[in-house]
């Protein structure tokens, strides 16, 4: 009875709705491209072949008329966009109702459009279901240039949706890459640095915990490529983000990654000098904060390794942090002591045991603060009930047994591992010799993308650079700048080295003014005179220079009353040589002529002027008459 009225009643309502959706283009596209997935879901054993195909074409439909319209790239809210986000998101419940008897047909043009739209949250949605998809599609080489797609937009949410689940994606993807049956799409070098360019994608992001999930996901990498390649490739970047890391998660699931890393190499030297530099980049780091990281690792260590292996390489450094300067490091490491003596065995580590109970006891009679006094004594209280194991567990024979098959396995299985790789890398480089070693041409109705390479140039794909804020510097010149000495226009400013050819050119003038009209010269008045000697004087102490006519002023000196500037006259017929000298009372020192203003060194100065003097007009005339 439900079966039928599924089919007779709720599948012909469905239809209805969605074609009238689609023919008005309103707010109910949305509603039925958000719900799509869930009716196909729910529908597919009461659906006839010619409803699967309808409920198909509908979705396309839906999918490629937002297509069209979001490559214009009006409005980023529209119907037709919002509808494409909702297709994006059912996409996977999609390839799981349809499986791959239509994916390479029909679904993955329209997964292709996904992954290289504009929109940044329909590649978020694409991303956050791409694990569904690979494992819907195993070993489909068609998705690997789909994934890199979505990497190369640089868009850090879209990435950090990729690597939250790059466990399972990866395994999929790496299994295409060194198939030679598939086709050389992409090898797996240029796999391993796609990943590996992932990580600067996300870690000058604020968003650190998609950055923890990325280095915590690519432990799997350990099982996917021999151990000689992925000492070349992820340890240096994994060393870097156990230094440099921003957050402190990030630092611990990187180091723990490390250490799994290391575990999978079988060169004992190689394996060192991971642990060298825990102990001494890390754990005797002048830098608390790495000394602080080590302590932070240590408990991950004791899960991940066997008593044995712990005990002989990372326990003495972590011991010796009982004299440590700071003291929040030597109460974490008290706090670590009872966690240290659960996996202990008496009698074979009662010397470990013994040690670890005189640190508590230097530890309380060294402590001067109170509150610190209280939590050594806390966890010697917890260090005391711990209890020690008397045998070996299961869990630390495992262990051990894996340990030693991990590195005491033969040289033959790693090396035609590495064979293998390396030949697959080599067939992959190999052109095709002739068209009948091609690969098969894909079905009708699949896009073209996918023979072409996956390294697309495209000008109008998004793109988002780091960059670092560089400092901008503001220089401020306090007074305004000096001519140069050259420079051959007039200055506007009064300055000491335009002084000699202005007094030149206004003596000139004077002379000639002089000797066109002597008979109009009047006799000046002693206030007059003293009042334009006033105004002739400038306000920083510079002497005032005045203009004389033919007539001589007598050779003695006289002083100005209300004024502290003293007449120095000369017998001379040249105006040039008149000047007038501040007194005994002035502090500037008395020039002996007008040519004795120094030139401006060259370079920089900072000039100041606070002058009143003005430049006189060619009409004014200015006579001065010796009064008796």
Not at 81 to 90: D, F, H, S, V
Not at 144 to 163: D, K, N, Q, S, W
Not at 166 to 177: E, T
Not at 469 to 486: A, F, G, K, L
């Amino acid at each position: 009875m439900i079966a039928e009225s599924r089919k007779n009643a709720i599948i012909p309502l469905l239809r209805k709705s969605a074609d009238q959706a689609l023919f008005l283009q309103d707010e109910t596209l949305n509603v039925v491209a958000k719900n799509f997935g869930q009716w196909i879901f729910h529908l597919k054993d009461s659906m006839s072949v010619s409803d699967r195909k309808w409920f198909l074409d509908t979705f396309i439909k839906i999918a490629s008329l937002a297509q069209s319209s979001s490559s214009t790239g009006d409005n980023t809210n529209s119907t037709q966009t919002l509808a494409r986000r909702m297709c994006a998101y059912n996409f996977p419940c999609i390839v799981l109702v349809y499986g791959e008897e239509c994916f390479m047909e029909r679904l993955l043009p329209i997964l292709e459009g996904f992954c290289s739209d504009p929109d940044e949250d329909i590649r978020s949605a694409t991303a956050a279901g791409f694990h569904e998809i690979v494992n819907l599609v195993p070993n489909e080489p068609a998705l690997i240039p789909p994934f890199i797609e979505l990497i190369r937009g640089g868009a850090a949410e879209v990435v950090a949706h990729l690597t939250g689940n790059l466990d399972r994606i990866l395994p999929h993807l790496y299994k295409c890459a060194s198939d030679p049956s598939t086709g050389p799409r992409i090898s797996r070098v240029q796999l391993d640095r796609i990943i590996i360019g992932c990580n600067r994608l996300i870690r000058g992001t604020g968003s650190w915990r998609a950055h923890h999930s990325y280095l915590t996901n690519i432990a799997i990498v350990r099982k996917l490529i021999p151990t000689k390649d992925l000492f070349i490739s992820f340890v240096p970047m994994l060393k870097q983000e156990v230094l440099t890391a921003r957050a402190i998660p990030c630092r611990v699931a990187a180091s723990l990654t490390l250490l799994l890393f290391m575990r999978e190499n079988r060169e004992k030297s190689e394996r060192q000098t991971i642990i060298d530099f825990f102990i001494h980049s890390v754990a005797k780091h002048r830098s608390c904060h790495r000394r602080r990281l080590y302590l932070d690792i240590f408990p991950l260590i004791m899960a991940s390794f066997s008593r044995a292996f712990f005990r002989e390489n990372f326990l003495d450094a972590l011991l010796k942090m009982a004299n440590d300067s700071v003291s929040n490091i030597r109460l974490q490491l008290c706090h670590l002591l009872p966690k240290i003596k659960e996996n202990l065995i008496l009698p074979d580590d009662e010397n470990i045991l013994q040690q670890m109970e005189k640190i508590v006891r230097e530890m309380l009679s060294k402590e001067q603060n109170s509150f610190s006094r209280q939590l050594i004594q806390t966890y010697a209280c917890e260090l005391s009930r711990a209890e020690t194991k008397v045998r070996p567990d299961k869990a630390d024979d495992a262990k051990l047994k894996e340990e030693k098959e991990l590195w005491e396995r033969p040289l033959d299985k790693e090396n035609n591992n590495e064979e293998q790789a390396n030949r697959n890398v080599k067939d992959e480089r190999k052109p095709p010799a002739s068209k009948d070693n091609t690969l098969k041409k894909p079905p009708v109705g699949v896009s073209n993308k996918v023979d072409t390479s996956p390294w697309r140039t495209r000008t109008s794909q998004p793109k988002t650079a780091i960059v670092r804020p560089q400092p901008h510097v503001v220089v401020r010149s306090p007074s305004p700048m000096p001519r140069p000495i050259n420079d051959g226009r007039k200055s506007k400013l009064p300055l000491a080295n335009a002084s000699t050819k202005h007094l030149s050119r206004a003596a000139s003038a004077l002379a000639n003014r002089a000797t066109a009209s002597p008979e109009k010269s009047k006799p000046v008045e002693r206030g007059k005179l003293r009042q334009q000697s006033n105004n002739n004087t400038c306000n920083d102490g510079l002497p005032a220079v005045q203009s004389n006519n033919t007539k001589s002023l007598p050779p003695s000196q006289t002083q100005a009353k209300g004024t502290g500037l003293r007449r120095s006259t000369t017998e001379t017929t040249s105006l040039k040589q008149l000047s007038v000298t501040p007194g005994r009372s002035s502090n500037v020192s008395t020039p002996r002529s007008s040519s004795a203003f120094r030139r401006p060194p060259s370079g920089l100065i900072k000039v100041r002027s606070f002058s009143n003097i003005e430049k006189m007009p060619a009409q004014m005339n200015m006579k001065i008459r010796t009064i008796e």
